[in-house]
């Protein structure tokens, strides 16, 4: 059981691999100064790789024990730590990015906050199960036709189970969202 008297699997958690978390954000593209949401950070397995391309990361983690070593191993990057629960989460008020590996149970809610009217998403790169993620491109979720106005959904990198320990039982895939 890791520490903080928790087992993995009681907050559905399945860290990415390092070496596939860099290569989500490789394909993100992203540019030096970009302010990036990393929604369930966890221990900061997108979070590093995003802080070495010159992000300004906001890591978003509910679970206060990953929140805290989070703090410590970023303290001296630009990285600002939020403990808070993607439902309750504050959108930056300027343009920003989202380069995530959230827990799956909270998909839909993420990506509703994320596309909520008013909200500055420039793009997001969320790595989801793959169902998921071929519904919002297909638009079969209710409120498609509203959101693709504004946004190209598209797939990106498709992630083997193995790029998550525990591997999770279902196939994962990016969201890839592109404001138009």
């Given at each position: 059981?890791?520490?903080?008297?928790?087992?993995?699997?009681?907050?559905?958690?399945?860290?990415?691999?390092?070496?596939?978390?860099?290569?989500?954000?490789?394909?993100?593209?992203?540019?030096?100064?970009?302010?990036?949401?990393?929604?369930?950070?966890?221990?900061?397995?997108?979070?590093?790789?995003?802080?070495?391309?010159?992000?300004?990361?906001?890591?978003v983690e509910l679970h206060p024990g990953r929140a805290d070593r989070l703090r410590r191993r970023f303290a001296d990057a630009p990285v600002t730590v939020v403990r808070a629960d993607a439902g309750d989460l504050r959108l930056p008020s300027r343009p920003f990015r989202v380069v995530s590996s959230p827990p799956y149970n909270i998909s839909t809610l993420l990506l509703k906050r994320l596309l909520a009217q008013g909200s500055r998403l420039v793009s997001a790169d969320l790595v989801l199960q793959r169902q998921v993620a071929n519904r919002w491109v297909r638009g079969d979720v209710p409120g498609a036709n509203r959101w693709f106005r504004y946004y190209d959904p598209s797939i990106g990198l498709r992630l083997p189970r193995k790029a998550f320990t525990p591997p999770p039982h279902v196939d994962s895939a990016v969201l890839v969202l592109r404001k138009r």
């Open positions: 059981m890791p520490a903080y008297g928790q087992a993995r699997g009681a907050w559905g958690w399945h860290p990415l691999d390092s070496r596939w978390a860099q290569r989500v954000v490789d394909a993100a593209g992203i540019a030096p100064g970009e302010l990036v949401l990393d929604v369930g950070a966890g221990l900061g397995a997108l979070t590093a790789p995003l802080v070495r391309a010159g992000a300004r990361v906001v890591a």
